[in-house]
């Protein structure tokens, strides 16, 4: 996640992310407490990400996270979507959820990504348990404009979070 702050530091406009996958990081503590039942405040355990969105945002860098997702969610989802409102909505991310079976006719990409200023991809690459393998920072617009293109496909179909219920 290192080269993640810098692209946020330098970004002007926009930052776009879409997550496709239905877990994530199986190993995690905080989703292995969360799952267990164990509740927390996602602002405090994540301080550092949660100040920098913040801080992201306030600059007028608009800042907006697709998910598509498997009905019925899974336990990770569920996860997900409770931190989603004290944790992305709160730092002034904008959140959608696609269901995958509204994704029909949409071309998506295979891998998810970060997109900054139209300019920039960073590709998130993970194993096939959803563990973090590493990011791909690639510097070209031609890939960053299909991809946002897509992504825009998805945006203008997902539900905002706070219309979407699990």
Not at 19 to 30: A, F, L, V
Request: glycine content about 4%; overall charge negative.
């Amino acid at each position: 996640m290192a080269i993640l702050p810098q692209l946020f530091k330098r970004a002007v406009r926009s930052a776009i992310h879409l997550e496709m996958r239905d877990g994530y990081e199986p190993d995690d503590p905080d989703w292995l407490n969360w799952r267990d039942g164990n509740r927390f405040d996602p602002a405090d355990r994540w301080n550092e990400w949660f100040t920098m969105m913040s801080e992201t945002t306030a600059r007028g860098v608009e800042v907006r996270r697709a998910r598509i997702v498997s009905e019925p969610v899974t336990d990770y989802v569920r996860y997900e979507y409770d931190v989603t409102e004290p944790f992305n909505i709160a730092s002034g991310e904008e959140v959608r959820w696609l269901p995958r079976s509204r994704a029909v006719g949409l071309l998506v990409p295979a891998v998810d990504f970060w997109i900054f200023d139209k300019a920039v991809v960073v590709i998130n690459h993970f194993d096939g348990y959803g563990g973090k393998l590493r990011h791909q920072q690639l510097d070209d617009t031609a890939l960053a404009a299909r991809y946002s293109l897509a992504f825009e496909d998805i945006w203008d179909r997902a539900t905002p979070h706070a219309q979407y219920a699990i």
